[in-house]
């Protein structure tokens, strides 16, 4: 028996404990190797940092996108509901109540809608008894996302020879021509002035691009249409969306005034 420690041969570490001889080089390589992995987690970190932040705009994005929908569709309807009925409230506020009766329809002298603000109410019998929207002067924002339709300016007047021209929402404000696809021809459309209803009946429709302003033309580019006295409908086409523009031509068919009470279509 020998006092002294076994000397690990040449080339070999000392043991640990029980365990096999470590190799010389061994504890260094796991020091280096472990140096390395912390080095990689340094170097992905940035990586997971800078994606977590793009994730996070993103969804940020997604959510106000989100938001901007329901004001949209839903928000914008509700204010201009209430902008719509206290333009009409007030302009009805100013107009001598009309009798129940059914006045008679005249054809000739037709009378001209003209002046500034409320230029007076769109029936159309086909949507509603009750459906009534203020007819605002001009085409600006401030007409129509009150929920109201606009006349352009640059047509001639309601009732006038020529082509008058509305304009109105189909989505959102209030969207007072939502309905409009479901007009058909002879289909009465009912301006109601100060003094007067007007009674129009619808001839034809078509889906043109924004830029055909010619729809406004004085005498419209439809097949037949000839010299008379026009209305025009235009609103966004399709629903929920903004490339094309839904065109409704309605000819004056004839007048009553309201002193003898409401038009036959309305009757």
């Not at 047509?155 to 929402?169: D, E, F, S």
């Not at 989505?171 to 021509?177: A, I, N, S």
């Not at 003094?195 to 729809?215: F, G």
């Not at 026009?230 to 009553?256: H, K, M, N, Q, S």
């Amino acid at each position: 028996m020998t006092s002294t420690l076994d000397r690990p041969p040449s080339g070999e570490g000392p043991r640990d404990g029980h365990g096999p001889r470590r190799r010389p080089g061994t504890e260094r390589d796991g020091r280096s190797a472990r140096r390395e992995s912390r080095r990689a987690k340094r170097r992905t970190k940035p990586r997971r940092g800078v994606l977590s932040l793009l994730g996070k705009l993103f969804i940020t994005l997604g959510i106000l996108v989100g938001l901007y929908g329901v004001y949209e569709l839903f928000i914008t309807d509700v204010i201009a509901e209430s902008d719509r009925t206290e333009v009409a409230t007030q302009w009805r506020a100013e107009q001598v109540p009309v009798d129940d009766g059914i006045g008679a329809e005249y054809r000739d002298d037709f009378p001209v809608v003209e002046g500034e603000g409320t230029l007076g109410m769109l029936h159309v019998p086909s949507w509603g008894e009750d459906f009534e929207v203020p007819i605002g002067s001009g085409d600006g924002a401030d007409v129509l996302d009150a929920g109201q339709v606009g006349h352009y300016d640059a047509t001639q007047p309601i009732g006038a020879m020529g082509n008058a021209g509305l304009a109105g929402h189909r989505t959102t404000h209030g969207k007072p021509l939502r309905e409009v696809h479901h007009l058909e021809q002879g289909d009465e459309i009912v301006v109601e002035s100060a003094d007067h209803w007007l009674v129009y009946k619808v001839v034809a429709k078509d889906i043109v691009k924004p830029h055909q302003s010619e729809v406004l033309d004085p005498i419209p580019p439809f097949e037949g249409a000839t010299q008379g006295r026009y209305l025009t409908l235009t609103t966004c086409d399709p629903i929920f969306g903004i490339t094309d523009r839904y065109i409704v031509w309605a000819e004056a068919d004839y007048w009553t005034p309201k002193s003898e009470g409401l038009p036959p279509a309305l009757a």
